[in-house]
């Protein structure tokens, strides 16, 4: 074999096994992680109606667990902190009662149920509710469901038509 044929056998020998190379300190340059600035905190704002709190909560990876003090320890919040209120004005009301019509409409019965579940915790006496809810049961064919929730509802609102006339088609 020619030394020319020779050379590059060598060189790949060579350059086969790994290698450890010692870069004095002084001569290192910084990698990116170590340029980057750290992560701005999160802040999380808290708002119960009458007061606010912000929790910073710094920006790496993982779980948080926050515990906010509300008081001594064992006083018992008042009732209104510890459920939220919903309002008859109030967009989230209309929204859920619009959400049972669009059930209602779709026959989906037992959703619009459901819905109508959530809503009637916050208002258990209202007349028109319990109307929903009667006219609900009467299309899935439970009829001494619906004969009672309209008859609740007629007690709560005598001078409604429609209701009376529902149970009036019951006899």
């Known amino acids: 074999m020619s030394s020319s044929k020779l050379w590059p056998l060598v060189l790949l020998v060579a350059c086969a096994g790994p290698r450890k190379i010692d870069v004095p300190l002084h001569l290192r340059a910084e990698t990116?992680?170590?340029k980057q600035t750290p992560p701005a905190p999160?802040?999380?704002?808290?708002?119960?109606?009458?007061?606010?709190?912000?929790?910073?909560?710094?920006?790496?990876?993982?779980?948080?667990?926050?515990?906010?003090?509300?008081?001594?320890?064992?006083?018992a919040l008042p009732s209104a902190a510890?459920?939220?209120?919903?309002?008859k004005e109030s967009l989230e009301f209309k929204a859920a009662l619009a959400r049972v019509q669009a059930l209602f409409a779709k026959k989906s019965y037992d959703l619009a149920l459901l819905e109508l579940a959530k809503l009637r915790a916050d208002f258990p006496d209202d007349p028109k509710l319990l109307a929903m809810e009667g006219t609900i049961h009467f299309k899935q064919g439970h009829r001494e469901k619906a004969q009672k929730?309209?008859?609740?509802?007629?007690?709560?609102?005598?001078?409604?038509?429609?209701?009376?006339?529902?149970?009036?088609?019951?006899?």
């Open 32 to 34: 990116q992680a170590q």
């Open 42 to 75: 999160f802040v999380v704002t808290l708002n119960d109606g009458g007061r606010a709190w912000n929790v910073s909560l710094p920006a790496v990876s993982g779980g948080y667990e926050v515990r906010i003090p509300v008081g001594n320890a064992g006083e």
């Open 82 to 87: 510890r459920k939220s209120v919903l309002l």
């Open 149 to 171: 929730a309209w008859e609740e509802a007629a007690a709560l609102d005598p001078e409604n038509d429609t209701v009376l006339d529902m149970l009036e088609g019951m006899k």
